[in-house]
Every structure is written in structure tokens, then in C-alpha cells.
């Protein structure tokens, strides 16, 4: 079954700085590659995702990008403020499945320095 | 906008005691899900419902049950609770069928096992 990796537990960048989240998956035939974002003691709610037709897309600061000959996609932040800080999931749905029947890396803790 | 209401947000069991928790959804979502999430690990599928009386086993369901009696509410039964355990038991819904796999989120049961 699909795998979906973070390999980064942590990450600290000062704020105003871009951070970059990595996330690696092993089914070929994933589609669709959604990020969440968990903030202390809450819990999480959707931020950005993108489909494999196309290889980026952005949000305001958020950009992710899709490497599919590599199996990688990545979330960007730009000019990162206090409020970025979280823990952010990737997660890649099991082929076959219904598109919310996902799989979940094990999360990448961002802080924001200020 | 709708909510995802989890009862209780605390649970505090013995060991080998059944415990029950209950999730409530007014977006009118199909799809149902119950995730567990460990300290330091990514979410794992433990049940999902793709309608009312439906049931399907995720990766975890190995000691716990489900029932989705009515559309609008997914409960979730540890078996037997195991000394010692604490995980958080997230609830989600989302809409099967629709471009978006987008789940929306509950805050959480946490269980802690004496």
C-alpha cells in the first residue's frame, strides 16, 4: 500500500525567512496530495493540496510543488510569521480508494523563530 | 459552515475496560472517519464509513469497533483498553464523490489508559 514519508521531524527557520516541508510517497498512481496543519493543543484542518495535472500551485504564501518522476512534493511558505507555527502533514490517498481515505507522513514540527 | 463534535475530550480508562467515543458531523458529509494519532507518528486509519450502516476496516481496526447508525454520527469502541495506552482519536468527515478530498476535522478525543 501507498507509504508517505516526512523525513524532517523539526525545522526552525526565523521569521521572515521561506521554509520548505518535504514529503516523499511510493504509488505512482497517486492523484492528489493535500497538506494539514496541526497547531498546539488543536487539531488539524486542510491548508493546501494539489493534484498530479499539474506540477505546482499556490496560495498566497503557500506554494507546493510535485515531483512525480521523483515521487516528492513539498510545501513552501514564504515570509514565515509566528502564526506558521505548527506541525504540518502530507498525506497521499490509497489508490483506489475514495479520495479521502488518506495516508499521513508523521508530521513536520515548523517553528517560527521571531 | 459546519462542525465535527467529538464527546468526551477526555477519557480516562482502566485497563481492559470497554470505552466508547462518539463523533458528531452537521456538514452533511457521506464519508466518516475515525484516525488515531500518536505522539511523534502520522494519523492512522482506524474505521471509515462511506454511508449511514456502512462500515470499513482502515490499517488499525484490530481492537475497536464502529457504528455509523445515522448519516450525521460515527461512534468508535476500544475493545479493551491496553495499560498504559494514550493516543488522541481523531474524527473527520468529508464529501464522497465530490473534486475535493478534503476532510474536516473533530478536536479530539484523548485517552489515557491507567
Known amino acids: 500500500g501507498e507509504k508517505v514519508e516526512q523525513h524532517q521531524s523539526t525545522l526552525s527557520v526565523r521569521e521572515g525567512d521561506s521554509a520548505v516541508i518535504n514529503c516523499t510517497y511510493t504509488d505512482t498512481a497517486s492523484s492528489y496530495f493535500p497538506w494539514y496543519k496541526q497547531e498546539a493543543g488543536k487539531s488539524l484542518h486542510f491548508v493546501i493540496d494539489?493534484?498530479?495535472?499539474?506540477d505546482r500551485k499556490q496560495s498566497q504564501r503557500l506554494t507546493v510543488l510535485l515531483d512525480k518522476k521523483a515521487k516528492r512534493f513539498s510545501l513552501h511558505i514564504t515570509a514565515t510569521q509566528p502564526e506558521d507555527s505548527a506541525i504540518y502533514f502530507c498525506?497521499?490517498?490509497?489508490?483506489?480508494?475514495?479520495?479521502?481515505?488518506?495516508?499521513f507522513g508523521a508530521g513536520t514540527q515548523l517553528i517560527v523563530i521571531p | 459552515g459546519g462542525i465535527i463534535t467529538q464527546t468526551p475530550k477526555f477519557l480516562i480508562g482502566q485497563e481492559g475496560q470497554k470505552l466508547t467515543l462518539k463523533c458528531q458531523q452537521n456538514?452533511?458529509?457521506?464519508?466518516m472517519y475515525w484516525y488515531r494519532q500518536d505522539s511523534g507518528k502520522g494519523l492512522r486509519l482506524i474505521y471509515y464509513s462511506i454511508t449511514e450502516n456502512d462500515l470499513q476496516k482502515g490499517d488499525l481496526s484490530e481492537g475497536y469497533d464502529a457504528s455509523r447508525e445515522k448519516k450525521s454520527s460515527f461512534s468508535l469502541t476500544v475493545t479493551s483498553a491496553q495499560k498504559n495506552e494514550m493516543a488522541v482519536f481523531l474524527c473527520a468527515s468529508s464529501i464522497s464523490g465530490a473534486n475535493t478530498g478534503q476532510l474536516y476535522f473533530g478536536e479530539g478525543s484523548k485517552l489515557t489508559v491507567l
Open positions: 494539489i493534484r498530479s495535472n499539474v
Open positions: 456538514f452533511n458529509h457521506d464519508t
Open positions: 498525506a497521499a490517498p490509497l489508490v483506489g480508494s475514495a479520495l479521502g481515505r488518506l495516508h
